[in-house]
């Protein structure tokens, strides 16, 4: 059985970690910039170490220029927002087109419509002897 003495509140961090921080400060928390090769780095300790390394030092106390953590660091810097306007749904930003699209297609519906009615009277087979025998001999076979 273990007393409460015997129990760290929190596991330290890393040590490579911890003294990168130590040695580097902020430089080690932030992505680097190869120029010649034209790529990025990662960070030397990783944001969740980091936090690691914050957490561990806030509860013993180790906080301060110089030590394990200083507060300065927590403070990131401020996001740049584009000024640009919302993009918004593709229905609301195609709506004028699909209006004229509408109002141009309406103008020649009557048009259309006279059309279409005729063709459906044509396709009709003409009344009379003819058809009425016709369609009773069909029925027959």
Known sequence: IFSSQHIPK????PRVAS??????????LRPTFNVQ??????????????????????STGDVGKGKMWDPVWDVSPPKV????????????????IR?????????AMDDK???????????????GIESLLKRLTSRIR
Do not use: C, F, N
């Open 10 to 13: 929190r596991m330290p961090p």
């Open 19 to 28: 003294m990168a921080v130590r040695q580097l400060g902020r430089m080690a």
């Open 37 to 58: 090769t034209q790529k990025w780095r990662k960070p030397i300790v990783s944001p969740r170490i980091a936090s690691k390394i914050r957490k561990y030092a806030m």
């Open 81 to 96: 927002h584009s000024l640009r306007a919302p993009r918004g749904t593709k229905r609301d930003r195609t709506r004028e």
């Open 99 to 107: 209006a004229q699209k509408i109002e141009t297609a309406m103008a």
């Open 113 to 127: 419509v006279a059309q279409y009615r005729k063709e459906t009277l044509e396709r009709k087979p003409p009344k």
